[in-house]
């Protein structure tokens, strides 16, 4: 089946620092989303990319849906101790009526004061 | 707030007892998804509905469970005569649309534990 790829499974950083993630695939995502989740709680929606080559700002998070549609990645500028969470890529490959998501495992990441 | 919503958050059951989890998407939404979560995994599919119709069930075991989503009322993913296996968290997600440019909005979950 298809899968998404998020490593490293842990990411520490400093406040302040900028960090980047990685999503990919072996098989074409028409649809790709970026997912926070706090414990405890259900993912929230930070960027949605719709188009290959897209690439999106949200506040100090931007985000591109790679070209060849098997990869994306987000990037965080200036982290602050809020940005800590599981950050999920989750794609989507329409075929007909079926708009099931298929998510990555997800990367944790800690900020540092 | 007019959000997705779930209930209950938490749910504990013993071995052969039946688990109702509920969800009410989000307001003008008629698309609904289910998936489970379990720890330091990511989310698994495992089925969509529109009113009244299962458009997709690949992601969900053929036997204990079900999902239905009624004209009327919230979204109901049950389990029958849950195992220990089940434990896990159930989130529900809400669409306006289907196509392109559908976006999953998720509930808080309902956190299953199965002694």
Redesign the interface.
Known sequence: GQQ?NQSPQSMFIQEGEDVSMNCTSSSIF??W?W?KQDP??????LI?L?KAGELTSNGRLTAQFGITRKDSFLNISASIPSDVGIY?C?G?A?TG??????????ITLSVRP | NAGVMQNPRHLVRRRGQEARLRCSPMKGHSHVYWYRQLPEEGLKFMVYLQKENIIDESGMPKERFSAEFPKEGPSILRIQQVVRGDSAAYFCASSPLAGTQETQYFGPGTRLLVL
């Not at chain 1, 405890?40 to 929606?45: F, H, Q, R, S």
């Not at chain 1, 009526?97 to 997800?106: E, I, M, P, Q, V």
């Open positions: 998404l028409n649809t989303l997912y405890g709680e259900g993912p929230v929606l949605a719709y999920f989750a989507r329409v009526a079926n708009s099931k998501l298929t998510f990555g495992k997800g």
